[in-house]
């Protein structure tokens, strides 16, 4: 009877795993990468430069400014990150990270040389292309300039293709402003930097009160044309924050599709297949984290 | 579509024929305290513990291809350095014995999910690839609505099914291995008979329907109703113990841990099947809850189900097999509640 034995299917060539996306075998792939150096940029946050190991694999490795990577420490924890470096230096990433929870605060007392797993890139991007001869205007408020640091690279590197660059950046103190050693290159880049806090210390000189005060600014020099046709907004930050950004912006003529944000959700797979990010119904993995205005105002419990 | 007409007697002679490899099908688990039998999937030695007979079974049989928990993977420590390793977690085809066109629609459904273009899952593809499906007619009971989600028949994703139609099955062959097999039973061809017999045996199954759901502009309805009411009453009334999600063939929702071992030699990746109805299903790092109320996670999953999937499928996730109804420690069923969202309550 040994004919009504079912044939073993091997789905995927035995167990394993398998550089071969999109193969099956990929899924639990990860890269392997070292973490060659950390700086603490404030009290709660460090830059951590990660290098995928496999020259091969490094070079290989190509995002897309918004895109995030999952990012593996092995028996600790797995958790999402915004890529915070350049696409032009593809698997030599830097990811900013915040101590707040299991993983962040085990690696914010991790070594240089520690070995961790990188897999993605995941999830959807800032289309810097597409903007390209337009006006751009990056406002992000707290953390939310993470996510905002590789699409101002991105302009950064093609400065010629863009006209009117702005960087609107508002922390609550002087304290938790991230990436201040680049201020000046930015400036020299000619590019607007307006940075604005909550509350002053005794060496702050810049101005002092909301994001949206700065923003009113920027929106009076600039005329309702130039903003309903050649300008394109990015804007990062707590859900109240944008909220209240993109509606400023959508009253001064910024059509809602040129307006693009970055949500924030749970997250457990990065692959659409845990279901944590889902806002309403929408995977924020997939068809996120970056959504333009319009397709947030759609979102059910979305802000 | 090959059909084939065989006694209901030689269905025994297909069990047996079939249990060289393992079998899961219905078995009878104990009895209700209202008396009546309750069933499970389970792994089938005997025939006589097969019981096809069945009304629903309490789960799913999801944990033979989505377990509840999982080894994602397993990483090994030396030197500073790690290494992954990853098990698929399937070693053997099995046979599903009697599963019926709710839970075979839910499979075809979840393959859309977990095996479709997009980061299909090798854990749930093993598997999958490796049941041979018997599919076995049935008669409603009171709590499903099969019928109004249209998962009362099923169009594919199965080997055979079985239709019961008196003293005789009439079998729909979906495989070259079950064509291969049945050549082995004593079948007959179908004849214009048989296939009158089979749209009465159909249409008889379908006016015993008691529990309904109207599902017409339902997506629509859900958007309009967001901030109704009724969600907060059926919210004060859910427990968010999640048993509903434990039982439904088609939640799949999961969270992921890390475990090491004592000596810091192995660690694990371990996946839970989570429900969207815990407490802290959507909490972050540092607090913040984007779900905190019971009713807004309760009124995810109906959105998930109802109107999410649908949008994206065309179908919904829903297939209407009633076991979250009678599982459910608060009555909580699902024609109730959209019922009294569409605000046709009695
Ligand atoms: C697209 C995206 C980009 C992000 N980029 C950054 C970044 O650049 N820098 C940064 O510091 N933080 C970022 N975060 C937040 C970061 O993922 C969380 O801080 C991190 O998951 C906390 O993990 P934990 O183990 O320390 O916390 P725990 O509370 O111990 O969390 C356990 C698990 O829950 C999940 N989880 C908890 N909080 C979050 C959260 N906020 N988002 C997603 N999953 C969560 C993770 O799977 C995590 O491993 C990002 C989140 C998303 C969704
Ligand atoms: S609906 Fe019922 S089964 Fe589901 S979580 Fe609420 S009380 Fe539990
Ligand atoms: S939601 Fe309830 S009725 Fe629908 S498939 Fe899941 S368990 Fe069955
Ligand atoms: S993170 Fe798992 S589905 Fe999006």
């Not at chain 1, 991230?178 to 702050?204: E, H, P, R, S």
């Amino acid at each position: 009877m040994m004919d009504n034995k079912l044939q073993f299917i091997d789905l995927a060539d035995s167990r394993g795993l398998k550089n071969d996306r999109p193969g099956i075998a990929h899924f639990e792939y990860s890269y392997k990468a070292e973490i060659t150096n950390v700086y603490p940029l404030t009290a709660t946050e460090k830059l951590y430069q990660i290098q995928i190991i496999d020259p091969k694999e490094r070079e290989n490795f190509n995002f897309k400014p918004g895109q995030f990577v999952m990012l593996e420490l092995p028996g600790i924890g797995e958790a999402p990150f915004s890529i915070s470096s350049s696409p032009i230096r593809h698997g030599d990433l830097e990811l900013c990270i915040r101590g707040v929870g299991k993983m962040t605060n085990f690696l914010d007392r991790v070594q240089r040389g520690t070995r961790v797993g990188i897999s993605g890139p995941f999830g959807t991007h800032f289309p810097v292309d597409k903007m390209m001869g337009n006006d751009i205007l990056l406002i992000a408020g707290g953390l939310g300039i993470v996510p905002l640091r590789s699409p101002i690279m991105s302009v950064l590197e093609n400065r010629s293709r863009y006209g009117r660059v702005d960087i609107i950046y508002g922390a609550r103190e002087p304290l938790e402003l991230l990436f201040t050693y680049q201020y000046g290159m930015w400036k020299q880049f000619d590019i607007n930097l307006d940075i604005i806090v909550d509350k002053a210390d005794d060496k702050w000189t810049g101005p002092v009160g909301l994001i949206t005060e700065i923003l009113q600014k920027r929106i009076d020099s600039g005329s309702y044309d130039d903003f309903r046709k050649k300008t394109y907004a990015i804007v990062c930050g707590p859900p109240v924050m944008f909220q209240f950004v993109c509606d400023m912006l959508t009253r001064a003529g910024l059509p809602m599709e040129r307006m693009f944000v970055s949500l924030e959700r749970r997250m457990h797979c990065g692959r659409g297949k845990c279901c944590r990010c889902n806002i309403g119904s929408t995977y924020t993995c997939i068809e996120g984290p970056v959504f333009d205005y319009w397709s947030v105002l759609n979102l059910k419990e979305a802000i | 579509m090959i059909f084939k007409i065989f006694q209901a007697s030689e269905v025994e002679t297909l069990f047996e024929l079939l249990s060289v490899n393992r079998i899961v099908g219905p078995v009878e688990k104990g009895r209700h305290v209202n008396g009546s039998t309750l069933y499970d999937f389970d792994v089938v030695y005997d025939f006589k513990d097969l019981k096809l007979d069945y009304g629903q079974t309490i789960h799913s049989a999801k944990n033979y291809f989505l377990p509840y928990r999982e080894n994602l993977c397993t990483f090994t420590f030396e030197n500073n350095d790690w290494q992954k390793h990853v098990d698929f977690g399937a070693y053997q085809a099995h046979v599903f014995f009697g599963l019926h066109p709710c839970d075979i629609n839910a499979l075809n459904k979840l393959d859309k999910v977990l095996m479709g273009d997009l980061y299909p899952n090798p854990f749930y593809g093993a598997k999958r690839s490796n049941m041979f499906i018997v599919g076995h007619s049935c008669l409603p009971t009171p709590s499903c609505f099969c019928h109004s989600m249209g998962a009362d028949s099923v169009l594919g994703g199965f080997d055979l099914f079985l239709t019961r139609m008196e003293d005789e099955y009439m079998a729909e062959v979906r495989s070259a291995r079950a064509y291969h097999i049945l050549e082995r039973l004593e079948t007959r061809e179908a004849t214009h008979e048989d296939h009158l017999l089979f749209r009465k045996t159909a249409s008889e199954k379908r006016s015993l329907f008691t529990c309904e759901v109207d599902t017409s502009d339902l997506t629509k309805i859900l958007d309009m109703e967001f901030e109704s009411e009724v969600w907060k009453e059926w919210g004060d009334r859910c427990l968010s113990c999640g048993t509903c999600a434990n039982v439904c063939p088609t939640c799949y929702c999961y969270g992921v841990e890390q475990e090491v071992n004592m000596d810091f030699s192995h660690a694990r990746k371990v996946k839970q099947l989570y429900s969207c109805n815990l407490v802290d299903f959507a909490e972050v790092a540092g607090g913040h809850n984007f779900r905190p109320e019971s009713s807004t996670r309760l009124k995810y999953r109906y959105y998930h189900k109802h109107r999410g999937f649908v949008e994206a499928y065309e179908e919904s996730l829903c297939v209407g097999c009633g076991r979250c109804g009678e599982a459910c420690l608060a009555d909580i069923t699902v024609p109730e509640v959209i019922a009294s969202v569409r605000g046709s309550e009695k």
